[in-house]
């Protein structure tokens, strides 16, 4: 559900998103989250660490780096999947804002990131 959200937002950025569209996959992320009792810590071993940096193409030097890491997932480790999701949501609409109103702040990557993140994680 949360890829078909931000393919929604991705596909149409340009010609103009459906507001509604996405607050129904937002209502049903949330349930489906509180639902399914998912709201646990993401935990992320070294291991799995090394295997994300590798996965977006972090040189092998790099890939034991905890803040490279927390860059690219927008700190994602030890937080809690409802609060992941819920950051995720408040950095788009913070993006949206600027990128209708034409003003700079939040770029488009503290979207994607988090969201490549999650898709990685479940993957796993």
Same mark, same amino acid.
């Given at each position: 559900?949360?890829?078909?959200?931000?393919?929604?937002?991705?596909?149409?950025?340009?010609?103009?998103?459906?507001?509604?569209?996405?607050?129904?996959?937002?209502?049903?992320?949330?349930?489906?989250?509180?639902?399914? $009792?998912?709201?646990?810590?993401?935990?992320?071993?070294? %291991?799995? +660490?090394?295997?994300?940096?590798? *996965?977006?193409? @972090? &040189?092998?030097?790099?890939?034991?780096?905890?803040?490279?890491?927390?860059?690219?997932?927008?700190?994602?480790?030890?937080?809690?999947?409802?609060?992941?999701?819920?950051?995720?949501?408040?950095?788009?609409? $913070?993006?949206?804002?600027?990128?209708?109103?034409?003003? %700079?702040? +939040?770029?488009?990557?503290?979207? *994607?990131?988090? @969201? &490549?993140?999650?898709?990685?994680?479940?993957?796993?």
């Amino acid at each position: 559900m949360i890829k078909q959200w931000f393919d929604e937002i991705d596909q149409n950025l340009n010609i103009g998103l459906n507001m509604d569209k996405l607050g129904n996959y937002e209502k049903n992320i949330d349930e489906y989250i509180k639902d399914k $009792k998912l709201d646990k810590r993401i935990r992320c071993s070294k %291991t799995f +660490i090394k295997k994300y940096l590798r *996965e977006i193409g @972090i &040189k092998k030097e790099c890939q034991d780096d905890y803040q490279l890491f927390n860059k690219y997932t927008r700190n994602a480790k030890d937080d809690y999947l409802d609060g992941y999701w819920t950051r995720i949501k408040a950095n788009f609409y $913070k993006f949206h804002a600027n990128y209708t109103n034409g003003t %700079t702040g +939040i770029n488009f990557a503290d979207v *994607e990131m988090p @969201i &490549k993140f999650l898709k990685f994680y479940w993957r796993v």
